[in-house]
């Protein structure tokens, strides 16, 4: 590829009159904008043991009573991007939130969509637009843009989630706020909802809803229990993997990041091929490797690391009689609406 002239090769003369007028040559910074083959990534491989911040985060409900928090979260933040920037991956936030028992974390609703994959511990809530979404290990609960939510706790041991929201996407477009709001009434229980049935909807007198967000609430038994018996029914698939959709139309469930979870099998090893989105993985139970070409995460259960875009990533259950389950978050339902998605085979 053609060597490009640099900045220094102008006369500092022409390089001042270009400045007054606010202009820019564009050749000395052609190749970092438009990088040959593969995009330059801040985005680095990094792991966050749950081990290693679940002190720290309980320090912090020590240190910080809910009224000086709001949300007490610890960001996983990417040092690629720089910690002060709290972004895991371009246009992911990953943060651990811990509620204690007898908290309440007041209602807002904000521009950003987030989802909280429940970590550990029983009793909180979160009630989102009315409905009241109770929390156990490994469900998946949506706060879609827009939508009221505030989180409760009657239990009695620390509950701690995984929050993942686009809103380092959505501060980059400058469209990031909040607004503040009162304690919800609790109009239903999402546990309750009919959607929980696979394959039928709610239908009344012939209506179908097509609300934008009709399922709020993904209970971890019912995902896992998928899972298990797609592995059982489909010894041969390539991944034993489900989506998290939108039951009414059975695209994404948010617009901007996609949810899934996979099962690996005692002893399996699974390759995945380099994708244009960065990608989040979360044990949710067992244990799994996580290889990229120059480094292997260890994940045990709560672990979760994040994996740049255009990496090849290679998962392996080591266990040869337990399964695996892993969380997995990426960008590529926003990657996908703007043409920008790939998947390059070896
Ligand atoms: O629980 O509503 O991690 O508004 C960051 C911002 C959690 C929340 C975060 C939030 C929340």
Redesign the pocket.
């Known amino acids: 590829m053609q060597e490009l002239g640099r900045l220094e090769d102008l006369p500092l003369e022409y390089r001042s009159a270009l400045t007054e007028k606010n202009l820019v040559p564009l050749w000395p910074s052609l190749r970092a904008v438009l990088p040959p083959g593969v995009p330059t990534r801040r985005t680095q491989p990094i792991c966050w043991p749950y081990q290693e911040l679940r002190p720290l985060l309980l320090q912090a409900g020590v240190l910080t009573p809910m009224e000086k928090a709001?949300?007490r979260?610890l960001?996983l933040a990417n040092p690629g991007h720089g910690l002060e920037n709290m972004k895991a991956s371009a246009t992911i936030?990953?943060?651990m939130?811990l509620l204690l028992p007898g908290e309440w974390?007041p209602a807002?609703r904000?521009t950003?969509n987030?989802v909280?994959m429940i970590v550990e511990g029983e009793g909180a809530y979160?009630t989102v637009e009315g409905e009241k979404c109770r929390m156990s290990r490994g469900d998946l609960i949506l706060?879609p843009t827009g939508l009221w939510?505030?989180?409760g706790h009657d239990g009695e041991e620390p509950v701690v989630w995984l929050?993942v929201?686009d809103?380092p996407l959505v501060y980059f477009m400058e469209t990031s706020y909040?607004t503040e709001g009162k304690r919800q009434a609790v109009t239903s229980e999402a546990a309750d909802s009919a959607y929980h049935c696979a394959g039928v909807l709610p239908a009344p007198a012939f209506k179908r809803a097509g609300s934008a967000f009709p399922m709020l609430h993904y209970p971890w038994v019912n995902v896992r229990a998928a899972l298990v018996s797609m592995a059982a029914r489909q010894p041969d698939a390539e991944a034993v993997q489900v989506a998290y959709v939108n039951p009414e139309t059975g695209a994404d469930c948010q617009k901007i990041l996609g949810y899934s979870a996979l099962m690996l099998r005692p002893g399996e090893a699974l390759n995945l091929p380099a994708r244009s989105c960065a990608t989040v993985f979360h044990q949710i139970e067992g244990g799994a490797h996580v290889s990229v070409t120059a480094q292997s995460f260890k994940l045990a259960a709560a672990d979760t690391c994040c994996i740049p875009g255009y990496t090849p990533v290679t998962l392996r259950n080591d266990s040869a009689t337990e399964p695996a389950f892993l969380f997995i978050a990426d960008d590529a339902p926003l990657q996908k609406a703007l043409g920008l998605y790939e998947i390059r085979n070896p």
């Open positions: 709001e949300r979260v960001v936030y990953l943060g939130q974390a807002h904000h950003p987030a909280r979160t706060t939510h505030e989180h929050d929201l809103l909040v």
